[in-house]
């Protein structure tokens, strides 16, 4: 079984509700979740004068390759009515592999672990809450790490 960790966000119309609704197309098309984090609000990132984010992780194990789980949750994005206008644009849902167990994968449009998670407070503060222990394989630091050297200043939230 592959653990896996998603990033999902959404900043436009009832976020909590396109949240709930991913969590079970991801559940019906790609594995149930074994751990969901807490939901936080988050100041936009990127294009700063777009609404407010809520952000959450979720671990799954499944069968999958990264590129299956690609392609499930771009079909997912957009069956939710997910539209690609702009970079970091506003969107009902936004899906992110993070992590596939500890590999290194650099494939177009595939790149695992995500290039930014370190980088961000809104990843890694939902991230660290349900998986604090779990190493970066590039980085060769656990999550917890990662969030306390983080120098990102993001308003993030638990709700």
Do not use: C
Request: charged letters at 25%; zero cysteines.
């Amino acid at each position: 079984m592959n653990n896996v960790f998603l990033l999902l966000g959404s900043n436009l119309g009832d976020r909590k509700l396109f949240l709930q609704q991913a969590i079970l197309h991801i559940a019906y098309d790609i594995a149930p979740t074994q751990k969901i984090s807490s939901v936080y609000e988050t100041q936009s990132w990127g294009k700063t004068d777009e609404p407010d984010y809520l952000n959450m992780v979720v671990e799954l194990k499944t069968e999958l390759s990264a590129q299956a789980i690609l392609t499930k949750i771009l079909a997912i994005e957009q069956v939710m009515g997910r539209v690609r206008e702009e970079k970091w644009g506003s969107r009902i849902i936004d899906i992110d592999i993070l992590y596939y167990n500890d590999a290194i994968i650099n494939e177009p449009g595939l790149h695992v672990p995500h290039p930014q998670l370190h980088n961000r407070r809104f990843t890694l503060e939902p991230l660290a809450e349900i998986a604090p222990d779990f190493i970066h394989p590039v980085l060769k630091k656990n999550n917890l790490w990662l969030k306390n050297e983080l120098k990102d200043s993001l308003i993030v939230k638990k709700l």
